[in-house]
Nanobody, 122 residues
Framework: QVQLVESGGELVQIGGSLRLSCAAS????????MGWFRQAPGKGRDFVGVISGSGGVTRYADSVKGRFTISRDNAKNAVYLQINSLKPEDTAVYYC???????????????WGQGTQVTVSS
């Protein structure tokens, strides 16, 4: 199992920006598509975005397109989520996860981090 640890979540004002990080432990990090999901209070876990192993392909949920950007640094076994123009509805616990291919389905991701809390003030 790939070990994943998220960090960077905090309380931010509406319109602000934040960068979340996900550190992975493993020798084959570049072979995994890395996804970001979020779970708002009282709601289910929703897809946010995913990036291919090489970093060449990304997919995003419609709700975050144009505001969120996923990137990765395979030399550091890390993936990032840059969040801009934060909205109150972005408040959630954000999780990174690893999958064998690009997918938007939580079911396909075999390894998950513990999550990091992002709170957007209203």
């Amino acid at each position: 199992q790939v070990q994943l640890v998220e960090s960077g979540g905090e309380l931010v004002q509406i319109g602000g920006s934040l960068r979340l990080s996900c550190a992975a432990s493993g020798r084959t990090f570049s072979s995994y598509a890395m996804g970001w999901f979020r779970q708002a209070p009282g709601k289910g876990r929703d897809f946010v975005g995913v990036i291919s192993g090489s970093g060449g392909v990304t997919r995003y949920a419609d709700s975050v397109k144009g505001r969120f950007t996923i990137s990765r640094d395979n030399a550091k076994n890390a993936v990032y989520l840059q969040i801009n123009s934060l909205k109150p509805e972005d408040t959630a616990v954000y999780y990174c996860a690893a999958a064998p291919f690009i997918t938007t389905m939580a079911f396909d991701f075999g390894s998950w981090g513990q999550g990091t809390q992002v709170t957007v003030s209203s």
